[in-house]
């Protein structure tokens, strides 16, 4: 079954900090991968995504992702970390045969922003 | 200006009740979705629709219902068979089911048992 995995819960970096949240994800062919970005009690955004070609993707505020098919991994960078950048941050994967375009989401990163 | 509203903010619910979320965009797709969320954990589909009268089950529907009237509308009924209701609701819209659509979602509803 495919599944995507975020290791760090919660990360905490200085404003100002660079910051890289990582994602990796099981599935034997090339997935569509996303990162989307919650703010407190409120729905998702979506920051960037990847389908094919490049494999690093600008994405809004600032965002960028690389993916690496040998490693599995999609994770997520931006060079200098904003205070209003504090949110949950979810990594998603779908492919073709899922269901309806099914997102499978990891579990969340927390970044928490000090000044 | 075009999005998702959902709506109420917050909603409780009592033993034995059935409760329903509200979901309405104004951004013309043809797909919508509810997605379940609990602390610690990713987001979980409950149903999708791609098209007016039409559902399916995604992958928590026990517990749910849903209809699909308008294509505007998609309101997900919480039963009295869902025993762990408490959550936060997130109901979103693309323009088709394909996986590069874009999924726009809203702004939540959170789900709370008396």
């Known amino acids: 079954a495919q599944s995507v995995t975020q290791p760090d819960i919660h990360i905490t970096v200085s404003e100002g900090a660079s910051l890289e949240l990582r994602c990796n994800y099981s599935y034997g062919a090339t997935p569509y991968l996303f990162w989307y970005v919650q703010s407190p009690g409120q729905g998702l955004q979506l920051l960037l995504k990847y389908f094919s070609g490049d494999t690093l993707v600008q994405g809004i505020k600032g965002f960028e992702a690389e993916f690496k098919r040998s490693q599995s991994s999609f994770n997520l960078r931006k060079p200098s970390v904003h205070w209003s950048d504090a949110a949950e941050y979810f990594c998603?994967?779908?492919?073709?045969?899922?269901?309806?375009?099914?997102?499978?989401f990891g579990q969340g990163t927390e970044l928490s922003v000090k000044p | 200006d075009g999005g998702i509203t959902q709506s109420p903010k917050y909603l409780f619910r009592k033993e034995g009740q059935n409760v329903t979320l509200s979901c309405e965009q104004n951004?013309?797709?043809?797909?919508m979705y509810w997605y379940r969320q609990d602390p610690g954990q990713g987001l979980r589909l409950i149903y999708y629709?791609?098209?007016?009268?039409?559902?399916q089950k995604g992958d928590i529907a026990e517990g749910y219902s849903v209809s699909r009237e308008k294509k505007e509308s998609f309101p997900l009924t919480v039963t009295s068979a869902q025993k762990n209701p408490t959550a936060f609701y997130l109901c979103?819209?693309?323009?088709?089911?394909?996986?590069?659509?874009?999924?726009?979602f809203g702004p939540g509803t959170r789900l709370l048992v008396l």
């Open positions: 979103a819209s693309s323009t088709g089911l394909a996986v590069q659509e874009t999924q726009y």
């Open positions: 629709s791609q098209i007016v009268n039409d559902f």
């Open positions: 951004l013309n797709h043809d797909a």
């Open positions: 998603a994967v779908a492919h073709l045969y899922n269901q309806g375009g099914k997102l499978i």
